[in-house]
């Protein structure tokens, strides 16, 4: 039925500031965008991120278990502490980052709120 995953959307405050953020700091690079209602931003491989501008509050890209915050989305990486150094060295609020075993696991806030996640699988764990 399904063949891919097309784009993953999420929720920002400020658009402009959003797709800069995105771009400077996880190197997404704009596809197109529909004044400050909507944004289409893109890495080298994987799927669409969406921007939605919205008003709403308490409106953010997260679940919680046993009041615990995760990411809706995880992306990978091959330079996790080059990422964390740089998101610490702007302010960016970190929830996790930390070897698990198989990988290093990075977790942090954006600007507008949206827990994000990146992964580092150990070089023997990659298939």
Do not use: C
Not at 20 to 46: C, M, T, V
Not at 56 to 80: C, H, K, M, W
Not at 106 to 125: H, M, R, T, V
């Amino acid at each position: 039925m399904l063949t891919s995953l097309e784009h993953v959307q999420i929720p920002v405050k400020q658009m402009d500031r959003a797709i800069a953020w995105y771009s400077e700091q996880l190197g997404f690079q704009l596809s197109s965008k529909d004044g400050d209602r909507i944004a289409f931003l893109n890495l080298p491989e994987g799927p669409y991120l969406m921007l939605w501008q919205t008003s709403d509050e308490a409106t953010n890209a997260q679940f919680t278990v046993n009041g615990t915050e995760f990411p809706v989305s995880l992306y990978r990486t091959t330079r996790i502490h080059e990422l964390h150094k740089n998101l610490t060295s702007i302010g960016t609020p970190i929830q996790v980052y930390q070897d698990d075993g198989f990988g290093w696991v990075l977790k942090f806030y954006d600007p507008e709120g949206n827990l994000w996640g990146a992964l580092q699988f150990n070089e023997s764990d990659k298939n």
